[in-house]
Every structure is written in C-alpha cells, then in structure tokens.
C-alpha cells in the first residue's frame, strides 16, 4: 500500500508571493492532518480535515489555510509569504474518526527568501 | 491542554549500549502518548503507541516504553543501540483525543551513537 506522499518535495518562494502544497493520504484514509516543523518552534499542528471538514485547527495566522477534497487529497495554501514561513510541512492520514496512528508524508521543504 | 517534555536535546550512547530517551507529560485527561523517529530529510515514522491498554508497549526496530502514570512520564529505551538508530525521537501526546486528530509534540531527542 501506498504511504502519503507530499508534493512538492521542495518549493523556493520569495516574501509576499503565496503557495499551495498538496497531500495524498493514504488510500482508505480520511483524516488528514498538516504540522510545520522548523528548528526554534519544533513540531506544531495546523489544521485536520476529516471527510472534506475542517475539524481541528491549531494556533496559525489566518494566512494558512486548508481543504479537503472528496477523495481525501489534502492541500494547504499560505498567502502573503513571510520569511518565517520558511519550514518543513508535514502531511499524515489517519484511518479512524477518533485518535488513531497518523501516517506521516516526507514533508515539503519549502524556503522563503 | 496537554504538553510534553524532552529532557535533553541530545543523547549520546556506544554502540550497544542501553539508549534511554525521556519524555514526560501534561494531560488532564488519560492520554495517548506516541513515539516518532524522525531521520534526516525524511518524514516521521512511528515506533510505538500508548492507548490505555498495557503500560509496557511495545514498538519497532527493539524499542519500547513504559507508561507510568504516577511519574507522569512514558520513556523510551532500547536495551542495545545501534547505529542505525541515529535519528531524532519525539514523543508525542493526543490533545483532545474526543476531537479528533491533534498531536502536541516534545522538542525532539537527537540520538547519537558511536561506533
């Protein structure tokens, strides 16, 4: 089976522009849940989407913000880039409408210059 | 809300040494509390979960931990290290887990073995 995969891998931007990344879980999965991690504020969660909801939504600027699609594919847009925006963006899917293993992606580096 | 805490930001063991990686937590509720391994330029693989069930858990690669409510803490260890365990380790706990899916993680443990 499949894992969840990230695309882009890697995204360069400059400040001001914005940027959509985009998550396929994995298949049967419909929870899907976006972390940034940078080194000064580690791993911090976003938002999760569960049948195409938004039903967590951590503590992000309203500049993030996310959706979900009826197939369970995931995307998240940051508009109006700014220079701390630059981290690793990470995707996971879960199977169960309650706590269950997240499924991690390997990520979208993306930078912001 | 629940919080999590990695005591040391770096551990470094011989290769074949008992790794011991320590975590403890805040949880007003009774919590589901995880470990990741995270390796260079990838995403975060899970080692082992707690739900409840059996304190000892269980995970991959000879990992396990102890939940243990008393010290609030679930520590991870391993009785050999290797040098493929190189990673950086985060334990996780469930916040809200009646909401759903939100994971507040540890700064992470940076695991160093020496040959």
């Known amino acids: 089976k499949a894992g969840v995969t990230q695309t882009p891998r890697y995204l360069i931007k400059t400040r001001g522009q914005q940027v959509t990344l985009s998550c396929s879980p994995i298949?049967?999965?419909?929870?899907v849940s976006w972390y940034q991690q940078t080194p000064g504020q580690g791993l911090q969660f976003l938002f999760e989407?569960?049948?195409?909801?938004?039903?967590n939504k951590g503590n992000f600027p309203g500049r993030f913000s996310g959706r979900q699609f009826s197939n369970s594919r995931s995307e998240m847009n940051v508009s109006t880039l700014e220079l701390g925006d630059s981290a690793l963006y990470l995707c996971?899917?879960?199977?169960?409408?309650?706590?269950?293993?997240?499924?991690f992606g390997p990520g979208t580096r993306l930078t912001v210059l | 809300a629940q919080s999590v805490t990695q005591l040391g930001s770096h551990v470094s063991v011989s290769e074949g040494a008992l790794v011991l990686l320590r975590c403890n937590y805040s949880?007003?509720?009774?919590?589901?509390l995880f470990w990741y391994v995270q390796y260079p330029n990838q995403g975060l693989q899970l080692l082992l979960k707690?739900?409840?069930?059996?304190?000892l858990v269980k995970g991959i690669n000879g990992f396990e931990a102890e939940f243990k409510k008393s010290e609030t803490s679930f520590h991870l260890t391993k009785p050999s290290a290797h040098m493929s365990d190189a990673a950086e380790y985060f334990c996780?706990?469930?916040?809200?887990?009646?909401?759903?899916?939100?994971?507040?993680f540890g700064a992470g443990t940076i695991l160093r073995v020496k040959s």
């Open positions: 298949s049967g999965h419909r929870s």
């Open positions: 707690y739900t409840s069930a059996a304190t």
């Open positions: 996971a899917s879960s199977l169960a409408t309650r706590v269950d293993t997240q499924y």
């Open positions: 996780a706990v469930s916040d809200r887990p009646e909401y759903g899916n939100k994971l507040v």
């Open positions: 949880s007003s509720v009774p919590p589901y």
């Open positions: 989407y569960f049948s195409e909801t938004q039903r």
